[in-house]
């Protein structure tokens, strides 16, 4: 299911008579993104046959945080990876754009996106604090200006 849109497995499961929401099947999808993102936590070090840290819990609960929060329901199937520097990237892909954001174990998100027509054309850093009232707001408003863009919504 990490490569296939919400809305492929809404499709599969309605198909085969299964009684599955949409809110079911994009909580499925963030589970499984969340453990991945988890999972990365126990890369050893060096990973990468070089220097590379292992993903920080840090990162992690903010890139899970975030991702809960700005997850369409009908929009592309989010991919989970490690950065060597010990953050957490998330990307999208969206017709010929990706969609990245990515989360350093300072709390620090940076978003990208690029495609192989324009290569990156847009560039946008968040120091959150979580904590902070309207923090997460602001990312999320910022992603959802631009989900016009990138959200492609199916109906059942």
Known sequence: MHSARVEDALRDAWARGADISAEDARRSLLRAAVNKM????????????????????????????????IQ?????????????????????????????????????????????????????EFTTDLSAPGEIGKTKDFLQELGIQVTIPVAP
């Not at 369409?72 to 991919?79: H, N, V, W």
């Open 72 to 124: 369409p329901t009908y929009g592309p199937t989010p991919q989970v990876g490690p950065m060597p520097d010990g953050a957490v990237e998330i990307t999208w892909l969206v017709n010929s754009h990706e969609v990245h954001l990515e989360v350093s174990p300072d709390r620090e998100i940076s978003l990208w996106i690029s495609s192989p027509d324009h290569g990156v054309w847009l560039e946008k």
């Open 38 to 69: 988890v999972r990365l936590t126990q890369l050893p070090h060096g990973w990468d046959n070089q220097e590379a840290q292992p993903v920080h819990l840090e990162a992690v609960e903010v890139a899970a945080h975030l991702l809960e929060e």
